[in-house]
C-alpha cells in the first residue's frame, strides 16, 4: 500500500469508529459532571435502588446535586450491611436491588438533576473460604468464575496473613484487610477487570466513584485503572490517615476529609469548643479543598465512635449546618438507618430484596426513640434543607465577620451569607456586626426574622444548641 493511502485508511477506520461510538477504549459513555464545591452530595447507605429512585424527586427539591450508592454488585449472601463490602462478582444485582432498579434510579435521578455516585470495592473479594452469591455465584475465597483466579490475588510480603501493623505502607496494600482476598492490581488482567466494571457502571449513567479501602490499593496501579476512564468521572479516594500520604491520591481525583470528621466531633460535642479552630488559618492545614469530600460521618464512623450520629442529633445537626457553612471542600452529608447491632442491616423481603425506605414522619433532630431500622432520613432535617439553599447562596464567597460570644461563634461569608452558633447551655442574644445589606431575612435554620440593620449589624437570639443563618436569597 502507498503512504498516502494508508493514512486514508487510517482516517477513514477512525471516523468510522468515531460514527459507531467507539473508542480504543470500547463504546463512547454518557458524559457527566464533576463536583464543584456548591454542590452538596448525600452518602444513602444501604438505601435500595428503588428507594433512592423514590427519593430523587424530594433530593432535587431540597437541592442535593448527588448521592452515593452502596456497593451494588454481587455480593456474599448475608443480611449484615457489611455483606456489601464482600463481592463475589461484578453482576449488579444483591439485596439493593437488580440490575434493571440500577439502571431506573440513574435515570429517575438524572431526570432529577441528581447524580449517581457508587460505592465501589476494588481491593478485595470475600473473606469466605467459599460458597454462592446473592444472585448464585459459586465462587472459593480466591477464585471467582471468570473473572480472578488464585495467582490474581496478593502474596502478604511480610509473612502475616492480615494486617497487622497499620505502619508498613507494604503490608497495608498486599496484605488482606480483615481477612478479605486481596486483589493484585499491579496485574494488567486484574485491573482490566476493574476498568470493566467501573466502565460498566458509568454505561449505565452513573458519574463517578468512592474507592472503598482506596489506602489499600497503590495510588500508582489506582492511577492505572482511573485513566482507563472519561477524565469526567469522579473519583473520591479512602484514605484514612496518612500512610500513605494522602497526597500520592490527589492525582486522579478526591479524598474524603477524616480531619474533618474529627473536627466537628470535637467541636460540637461539648461546649466551649467552637472559636479558635474553625477559621481559614485552620482550613488551611487540611488537604486542598477542591480535593476535599467533607463528612460530618460515613456508615463505618458511625458505628465505631468515631463521629456524631443520630443519636446525638443536636450535635450531628449543627455539625451537618457547619459543614454546610464552611468555605472548604465538597460536602457529602449521610443518611442512614436505626441500629443497636453493628452488624445490622436493613430488613429484607422474602425474595431477598429490600422494600423502599420509608422515613420516619417528620424526620427532624426532636424526632426519636428510634425503632432499629428506622429511617431516620438526616437529609430531610430543616436546618439541613435550609444550609444547602445557604451554600448555594453564598457561592465561593471567602471567610468574614468572625464573631464570638462565651459559647456563641458565627463567620460571614462576605457580603453574602451568615451563620452563628450557640453550643452553651443558656441562649445567647447578641449584636453582630455582618457584612451583609440592611433588610429583614428569613432564618435558613428556625424559619424566623431577622433583621439587619443600615450598619450592618444583626440583632438575634441564637438557642441554645441552635444556630441561626441568613443570607442573600433569604432577604425578605
Ligand atoms: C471499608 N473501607 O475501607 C469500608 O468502608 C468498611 O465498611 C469495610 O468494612 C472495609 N473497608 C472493607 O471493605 C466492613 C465492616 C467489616 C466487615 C467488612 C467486610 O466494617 O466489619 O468485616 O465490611 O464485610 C466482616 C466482619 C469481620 C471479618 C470480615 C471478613 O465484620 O469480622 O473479618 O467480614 O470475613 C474477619
Ligand atoms: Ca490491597
Redesign the pocket.
Known sequence: MTKPFQRLLAALTASSLAILGLTSCGPSLPSATPITTEMVGLQMHTWSFDSIATECPTLNEIGYDWVLVS?PQE??P?S???????PVSYKIDSSLGTRGQFENMVSVCKENKVQIMV?V?L??M???QNGAGFAGTEFTKYEYPGLYVGEDFNACPTGVS?IEDYSNVEEIQQCE????ADLNTGKANVRDQLVKFLRDLRSMGASGFRV?????IKASELKQIVDQLPSDTTFIS?V?GDTPPQSEYYAFGHVFSFDWINMVRNIFSSSGLLGGSADQNYFDMLSPSDKTVTLVS???TE??GGALTYRFAKNFNLATVFTLAAPYGKPMLYSSYAFSD??AGPIAGPDGYQPVAQCVSNPSPEHGPYEDGDWICQHRWPAVKGMIAFRKAVGDSKFSDIWQEGDAYGFGRGKLGFVAFNTGDADVTASIKTSLPAGTYTDRIGGGTVTVGADGVMKVTIASWNAVAIDVKSKN
Not at 80 to 86: G, K, N, R, S
Not at 212 to 216: E, L, R, T, V
Request: hydrophobic share 35%; net charge negative.
Open positions: 456497593p455480593s456474599i448475608d449484615a450491611w457489611w455483606a456489601h463490602y464482600q460505592d470495592v481491593n478485595h470475600t473473606g469466605l492480615q484487610l480483615l481477612g478479605l472503598d479501602a482506596a489506602k489499600h479512602e484514612i460515613n456508615h463505618d458505628r465505631n453493628y452488624d
